[in-house]
């Protein structure tokens, strides 16, 4: 798992915003609606649970990531790549694009300055 310092504030999507306000609504206290707007905001980011849902996020990217890397290590392997070369080539590419794709993930999206076209 990525490890992160524990008072570096990690970056936080709107799906880790929608999944802070599932798990609270478990809850036996409602969310009130101001409460739920302030969440999806971004005004909650820096705090509490919703750092621990973003780094796990995060965390899960990393290790998925790695998975990507291992198989790509794996396709070396003389019981793989023997007799079929060119194959073990395309895959190996194939699983470090897979890696690269799952890292860009980590990262929110940054915010467009356009106007959405209708």
């Known amino acids: 798992m990525t490890t992160t310092s524990a008072g ?12 802070m306000i599932a798990y609270e609504s478990l809850s036996a206290i409602p969310l009130s609606p101001g409460f739920i707007a302030e969440i999806l905001e971004g005004r909650h980011d820096g705090i509490g ?5 973003a780094r796990h996020r995060l965390a899960a990217l990393e290790d998925a990531a790695r998975a990507c890397e291992q198989q790509a290590r794996d396709f070396l392997s003389p019981q793989y790549a023997t007799g079929q070369p060119a194959s ?3 895959e190996r590419f194939a699983c470090s694009e897979c ?20």
Do not use: N
Not at 99 to 112: C, D, F, Y
């Open 99 to 118: 890696a690269t794709a799952i890292r860009a993930l980590k990262s929110p999206p940054p915010a467009s300055s356009e106007e959405p076209s209708v």
């Open 88 to 90: 073990s080539i395309s």
């Open 8 to 19: 570096e504030i990690v970056g936080v999507t709107e799906g880790d915003r929608r999944a």
């Open 49 to 53: 649970r919703i750092q621990l849902i």
